[in-house]
């Protein structure tokens, strides 16, 4: 090193936007602007038309008497009745149809699905047949077959057909025994309770028992039999009495008992059937991803065919079956706001229609609906996630 030289040269100044951190964090603080200033437009403009239109903002119509009556609702109503109960009550309605749907859906698609990789062909063949016409037909437009087609050409009132159980099925619907409890009842709710827990934890014994021992445990035999044996022996022990309330065909209709109105029925039929064709795919396409060597490495072990579905395939399978079925609960329950074409009393129908055009409070009636659909929406993924977290693969 000679006298002159004084260190290594000094880097050359860059531009700061040349640093893809600080352009990262300039980007976003430009986006973060732009969506707030639009918003805030957005906001400022509604404001402006609605004063144009001397039209008042707020959600003090809640607490106002709603004055219009409701077809089927779990909940008391009169029409002395305030717009909030009828909030709570289109919420019931779009949780019933959509709670009893993904049921239904589940164990129709989950058995669709595995007669399509039936060896039977008639069995296969008639579970394509079914898939691939009922997912290609519009979802209104089968509602409207359940409605009009079937539902409402039933017999009227004084012609209605018998069904087993002392119900009755006609032009309004189906009705059915009403069960009426005495309070000594609650002690078998809660023996049905405990029955539920301890099944639980004798199936978490009976997996560790498998995996340590390799003796199997009839789990299900002894489910069955601690749901049944358990409530019943409550029952008997407390005096517990159930009565029902039987239909009865007066003047005009039937008395008593419980009414299941067509519309009700016809959106329950459509989004069940409908949403199972695409289930029935999901669960195909998850048995046919889990490898073939599964299958044959479960024969080897000497498993019978329900066993290897059940033991083997079908658990590995929910890897890849849970995230495609959280999309259609999802469309189940936002589909079941299409009950308002056929006059089914869901949220949509009793707050964003009815409670909306009375008031004329549109934009609190559609951002409460969103609100509430957004909040279902939001735990059915929560929940699913959390199931799909316990299903999928751990790498080590």
């Known amino acids: 090193?000679?006298?002159?030289?004084?260190?290594?040269?000094?880097?050359?100044?860059?531009?700061?936007?040349?640093?893809?951190?600080?352009?990262?964090?300039?980007?976003?603080?430009?986006?973060?602007?732009?969506?707030?200033?639009?918003?805030?437009?957005?906001?400022?403009?509604?404001?402006?038309?609605?004063a144009a239109q001397n039209k008042t903002t707020g959600f003090d119509f809640l607490w106002k008497t709603a004055g219009f009556d409701i077809s089927f609702t779990l909940l008391p109503w009169t029409r002395a009745s305030i717009y909030w109960e009828a909030f709570l009550v289109g919420i019931t309605n779009t949780l019933l149809v959509a709670f009893i749907g993904i049921i239904a859906a589940t164990m129709l698609g989950f058995t669709i699905g595995i007669a399509r990789l039936s060896s039977n062909f008639i069995v296969s063949s008639l579970a394509?047949?079914?898939?691939?016409?009922?997912?290609?037909?519009?979802?209104?437009?089968?509602?409207?077959?359940?409605?009009?087609?079937?539902?409402?050409?039933?017999?009227?009132?004084?012609?209605?057909?018998?069904?087993?159980?002392?119900?009755?099925?006609?032009?309004?619907?189906?009705?059915?025994?009403?069960?009426?409890?005495?309070?000594?009842?609650?002690?078998?709710?809660?023996?049905?309770?405990?029955?539920?827990?301890?099944?639980?934890?004798?199936?978490?014994?009976?997996?560790?028992?498998?995996?340590?021992?390799?003796?199997?445990?009839?789990?299900?035999?002894?489910?069955?039999?601690?749901?049944?044996?358990?409530?019943?022996?409550?029952?008997?022990?407390?005096?517990a009495d159930v009565a029902f309330e039987i239909p009865v065909l007066e003047r005009f209709s039937f008395q008593g008992g419980v009414q299941l109105p067509p519309e009700f029925l016809a959106l329950l039929f459509g989004l069940t059937i409908y949403t199972a064709s695409f289930i029935a795919e999901t669960v195909r396409a998850g048995i046919l991803a889990v490898s073939h060597g599964q299958t044959e490495a479960a024969m080897s072990l000497g498993l019978q065919e329900g066993d290897r579905l059940r033991l083997v395939i079908v658990p590995q399978a929910m890897r890849v079956i849970v995230p495609p079925l959280t999309s259609q609960y999802l469309n189940l329950t936002k589909n079941s706001s299409l009950g308002a074409a056929i006059g089914y009393p869901e949220l949509v129908n009793v707050f964003s229609g009815t409670a909306l055009n009375q008031t004329g409070r549109a934009i609190e009636c559609i951002a409460l609906t969103m609100l509430v659909y957004l909040t279902f929406s939001l735990l059915t993924s929560l929940i699913m996630n959390w199931y799909n977290a316990r299903v999928s693969l751990v790498e080590r």
């Open 1 to 50: 090193m000679t006298a002159l030289d004084t260190g290594p040269a000094p880097a050359p100044r860059t531009f700061f936007l040349n640093d893809p951190v600080i352009r990262g964090i300039v980007y976003q603080i430009v986006v973060a602007v732009i969506l707030v200033s639009f918003i805030a437009w957005i906001i400022g403009n509604t404001a402006a038309n609605l």
């Open 128 to 239: 394509t047949i079914y898939v691939e016409t009922i997912r290609n037909i519009p979802l209104l437009l089968q509602l409207f077959f359940w409605y009009f087609a079937v539902l409402k050409t039933m017999p009227a009132v004084r012609e209605s057909f018998e069904l087993p159980l002392d119900s009755f099925i006609n032009q309004r619907g189906i009705f059915v025994p009403k069960p009426l409890p005495d309070p000594q009842f609650g002690f078998v709710w809660i023996a049905l309770a405990v029955a539920i827990v301890a099944v639980i934890v004798l199936r978490r014994w009976a997996i560790k028992r498998l995996e340590a021992t390799g003796k199997r445990f009839p789990v299900f035999v002894s489910s069955v039999a601690i749901l049944i044996l358990l409530p019943a022996l409550v029952w008997l022990l407390s005096g």
